[in-house]
């Protein structure tokens, strides 16, 4: 299932058991019939999350979603067990567990570069304070907390069999042509 969120969603400021919502941006077919169509919400909870915070404690973020609730257009409601099998976006993983889980802001290429370039600067002092200042500047952390803005796509998949006895027309209906058109 194809889901994009309308609510943000952040490691730093959501909680155990804060709301997830989002809507189906494809509807899902079943022998060329659409059984899920586009539009359906699709709602659950936090499961679990952890923050970065200082870096203390944890060095990367993670957050466990729960989407066990789809609400058709008609208002119907089904109960769904499913776990969070991709994020769309180049910077979150997901594991095994649908568990999504964050980058450590150390472990980035600039992190890297910025290291580097310090260590040969290192032997002048002069050169070393200006390395500093200008890779601050331009070489900088990239965040470790998890922000989903409203809008971020989610791949969810169905861990239990759902059964729908509705079947949904096409969105839009087909377009009838002579031979001749």
């Known amino acids: 299932l194809e889901v994009r969120l309308t609510r943000s969603l952040a490691s730093f400021s959501s909680r155990k058991g804060s709301?997830?919502?989002g809507v189906l941006v494809s509807p899902v077919l079943q022998d060329g019939k659409i059984?899920?169509?586009?539009?359906?919400k699709i709602i659950g909870t936090v499961s679990d999350i952890k923050r970065v915070g200082l870096g203390l404690i944890h060095e990367t973020a993670q957050i466990s979603i729960d989407f066990n609730r789809l609400?058709?257009?008609?208002?119907?409601?089904?109960?769904?067990?499913?776990?969070v099998s991709e994020v769309d976006n180049a910077r979150e993983s997901v594991d095994k567990k649908g568990r999504v889980k964050g980058i450590r802001s150390t472990g980035t290429l600039g992190y890297t570069a910025?290291?580097?370039i310090a260590g040969v600067a290192m032997f002048d002092p002069i050169s070393?304070?200006?390395?500093t200042i200008a890779s601050a500047r331009m070489l900088r952390f990239s965040e470790p907390e998890i922000w989903f803005p409203?809008?971020?796509?989610?791949?969810?998949?169905?861990?239990?069999?759902?059964r729908?006895?509705?079947?949904?027309?096409?969105?839009?209906p087909t377009?009838?042509?002579s031979a001749q058109e």
């Not at 059984?35 to 359906?40: A, E, K, L, T, Y």
């Not at 609400?71 to 776990?83: A, F, W």
């Not at 809008?151 to 969810?156: D, M, Q, S, Y």
Request: hydrophobic fraction near 40%.
């Open 128 to 131: 070393y304070v200006y390395v």
């Open 71 to 83: 609400v058709l257009p008609d208002g119907t409601s089904s109960q769904l067990d499913t776990s």
């Open 150 to 162: 409203i809008g971020t796509e989610l791949a969810i998949k169905l861990d239990a069999p759902l």
């Open 19 to 21: 709301e997830v919502e």
């Open 35 to 40: 059984v899920i169509p586009m539009g359906s």
């Open 164 to 172: 729908l006895t509705h079947v949904y027309g096409p969105p839009v």
């Open 114 to 116: 910025n290291n580097f």
């Open 175 to 177: 377009i009838q042509v």
